[in-house]
């Protein structure tokens, strides 16, 4: 503990990271700590909407690897925000990577249901006719787009347009916990209600976005950094911790921090990709997919490559779309699809005027159902490209970017000795080495840096 430390803390950015700074630093006898958020609301891209009735997330859905180890599922747990089956210890037991095993609906771009085709082939042995080596070419091609609609499926995990653009060694730096993926039944706002509840309430300031972190006073000056505001307003402190997007990073950096970055620094913000995955949720009237059914798979048998991205993205974006997750409704008479899409049709979708969406999606059911009655109720798009405070949704390695990038990431400012130590320092799903693109991740990194300070003051 750093009993009642009143070195100046400003925090920027009141998300998950930022909260779970500010929330250790308090505990430890931090009395002076404010955060500086540049919207009106506390969350950042944890962000929990309605659909009619049903409960939609905006940002943040899932809680990866909930068990013991994971800090959130430990958070949620404690104050009563999860589903009792994730509770189980056979749910935190099963070691599932990144994929849930969800059961799932395939539907194909000609209108059929697959399931009694793939039932078919498990029960011929041989080929004794042409008709069956037709099925068989029928079936490789249905196998060829299955592929790509898992391709498609891994870019959304991973928020980039191709898989081309991953770096495969560096995809080897995530690493998944135990425990099958779960959600908040009543949204994953509820856990930054509880951490919020539990700081002083004049702690954030809210729509005051920051113009510029002045940093790189001599060792001998209190109140080493100034943080100027939009609003020209200009906050002394001894320590900053920016937790904003690396999306906002690889836009304003060069504005946001004097003097600029090191060049290392530079070079991670850079070397570190950062794209969008966005999802539409559809409400209907009624259900068009099975009872049972928890994901619903698109497949496109048109296409003559395995492809996991479009050509012509305006004309085709919708093909981007893989899959639909079925939502828990509240209520009789709503029933909510989200679909996912990222890369550069997610960010074209993301342009287009809400009856455009609406048609497109239309469509593209009519046409994998062969049912033209079915008409969607509602349709709620996220645009998290186009948040000017986080333009885009999270990070990957991108080719070239090893685990020393997201070393740098998190190192803190000035590198030299001569300085004040620990003027700035960086938060956030970014600055995690092997959690990247995860909630955990983005609390994780937040204690870090509280934790670097409580022990420097300790």
């Known amino acids: ?6 070195a100046k803390i400003v925090i920027i950015g009141c ?4 909260i779970a700074a500010a929330h250790r630093l308090v505990k430890s006898g931090f009395t002076n700590v404010r955060i500086l958020e540049a919207t009106g609301r506390s969350g950042g891209r944890v962000k929990t909407g309605r659909l009619g009735n049903t409960m939609i997330e905006i940002g943040a859905a899932f809680i990866h690897g909930p068990s013991e180890e ?4 430990c958070l949620a747990r404690d104050y009563n925000l999860l589903d009792p089956k994730a509770l189980t210890p056979e749910n935190q037991a099963v070691d599932v990577g990144e994929s849930p095993p969800l059961v799932p609906n395939w539907f194909t771009s000609s209108g059929e249901r697959i399931s009694k085709h793939v039932s078919k082939s498990h029960k011929q042995r041989s080929w004794p006719s042409v008709g069956d080596f037709k099925y068989l070419i029928f079936f490789t091609k249905l196998l060829l787009g299955a592929i790509s609609t898992m391709l498609k499926e891994e870019c959304c995990s991973s928020a980039t347009h191709s898989l081309e653009d991953l770096d495969l060694v560096g995809f080897s730096m995530y690493l998944s916990i135990k425990g099958v993926d779960c959600t908040f039944p009543s949204g994953s706002q509820g856990l930054i209600s509880n951490l919020m509840s539990e700081l002083p309430a004049d702690l954030v300031s809210y729509s005051r976005p ?12 209190v109140n080493a950094v100034t943080v100027e505001c939009e609003d020209g307003e200009k906050i002394n402190a001894d320590h900053v911790i920016v937790t904003v997007s690396l999306g906002y990073l690889k836009k304003h950096h060069s504005t946001l921090f004097s003097p600029p970055l090191p060049a290392q620094k530079l ?19 009624s259900r068009w997919w099975d009872a049972d059914c928890e ?18 993205i305006s004309k085709n974006w919708v093909r981007k779309i893989s899959s639909f997750n079925v939502l828990e409704s509240s209520e009789r008479g709503s029933h909510v699809l989200c679909g996912w899409i990222s890369g550069h049709e997610a960010e074209h979708m993301e342009t287009l005027p809400e009856q455009e969406v609406r048609r497109s999606i239309t469509e593209l059911i009519h046409r994998f159902t062969g049912d033209l009655t079915i008409t969607p109720k509602r349709i709620e798009c996220t645009r998290w490209f186009h948040d000017p405070w986080t333009l885009g949704s999270y990070c990957h390695p991108a080719i070239g970017c090893s685990a020393q ?6 190192e803190p400012l000035p590198t030299r000795g001569k300085q004040q130590p620990l003027q700035v320092m960086f938060a956030g799903e970014a600055t995690h080495p092997c959690y990247y693109s995860t909630l955990h991740g983005a609390l994780l ?3 870090r840096e509280a934790d670097r300070l409580i022990s420097h003051y300790s």
């Open 267 to 285: 070079t991670s913000i850079e070397k570190i990709g950062f794209g969008t995955c966005d999802k539409i949720h559809v409400e209907f009237e």
């Open 445 to 447: 990194s937040g204690w």
């Open 15 to 18: 998300g998950i990271a930022g």
């Open 210 to 221: 920051v113009r510029c972190v002045h940093w790189g006073s001599s060792e001998s000056e």
């Open 70 to 73: 994971n800090p959130v599922f």
């Open 405 to 410: 990038n997201f070393k740098n990431m998190m």
């Open 1 to 6: 503990m750093a009993e009642n430390v009143d």
């Open 295 to 312: 994901i619903i798979y698109l497949l496109w048998d048109d296409e003559e490559d395995i492809s996991d991205h479009v050509s012509d």
